[in-house]
């Protein structure tokens, strides 16, 4: 079956930098554009940014542009988010999943809290 893990959270200072990944498995992962969505706390699920299945093609949203990379590792099975110069207002369970199945799957997330 399909399965989503996402790791690489935790707490960090205002201006510091994470890089989380995504091990995906039951799936073709090469045939899939995937996702970053990410929610905060009493808030609904936001968009972070997408990647086409080759990883030649990616978007994102304006508040992470220029501060946050998409990536992925086709011969590893593995999404990877790195993200720089951190805000506090990126405080959020981060969430992969394929773009095609957006509304219905993700793993279990991981916690990224930005705080002194």
């Known amino acids: 079956q399909v399965q989503l893990v996402e790791s690489g959270g935790g707490l960090v200072q205002p201006g510091g930098s994470l890089r989380l990944s995504c091990a995906a498995s039951?799936?073709?992962?090469?045939?899939?554009?995937m996702r970053w969505v990410r929610q905060a706390p009493g808030k609904g699920l936001e968009w972070i940014s997408d990647i086409n299945a080759g990883g030649t093609s990616t978007s994102y949203t304006d508040s992470v542009k220029g501060r946050f990379t998409i990536s992925r590792d086709n011969g590893k099975n593995t999404l990877y988010l790195q993200m720089n110069s951190l805000k506090p207002e990126d405080t959020s369970v981060y969430f992969c999943?394929?773009?095609?199945?957006?509304?219905?799957?993700r793993g279990q997330g991981t916690q990224v809290t930005v705080s002194s």
């Open positions: 999943t394929r773009v095609a199945y957006s509304d219905s799957e």
């Open positions: 039951g799936f073709a992962f090469n045939r899939y554009a």
